[in-house]
């Protein structure tokens, strides 16, 4: 049992980091085009980072920033969160195409 509150506690600390990062970057001006705001992601957290099946939010959220989905894969501060196999599945899950 305690290892099941250590793997849930260290999730939670992982998707509160990629949160973070997101956020930061996006107050940054990280993603400079019009209506890019990595932040939006962050329903898709727990998809992205644990690979659990994409929520209906995200898959909104994927939609709304799939123009700018290219655009994050070639920022060295989103490109490992954007290209991991967990944000292809979700990507390929909602049916969002991301051609870079």
């Known amino acids: 049992m ?4 250590r793997k849930g506690g260290a999730a939670a600390v992982a998707l509160c980091a990629v949160v973070l990062v997101l ?3 996006a ?3 990280g993603a400079d085009a019009a209506g890019c705001n990595p932040s939006a992601l962050s329903p ?3 998809a992205i980072m644990l690979g659990a099946a994409p929520t209906p939010g995200c898959c909104v959220q994927l939609r709304a920033q799939q123009p700018c989905l290219c655009q994050y894969a070639r920022d060295p501060s989103y490109r ?3 290209t991991s196999p967990s944000a292809q599945r979700a990507v390929k ?7 870079c």
């Open 2 to 5: 305690a290892g099941i509150n």
């Open 23 to 25: 956020a930061a970057a």
């Open 27 to 29: 107050a940054a001006g």
């Open 44 to 46: 898709c957290t727990s």
């Open 80 to 82: 490992s969160y954007v």
């Open 93 to 99: 899950a909602c049916n969002v195409k991301a051609n």
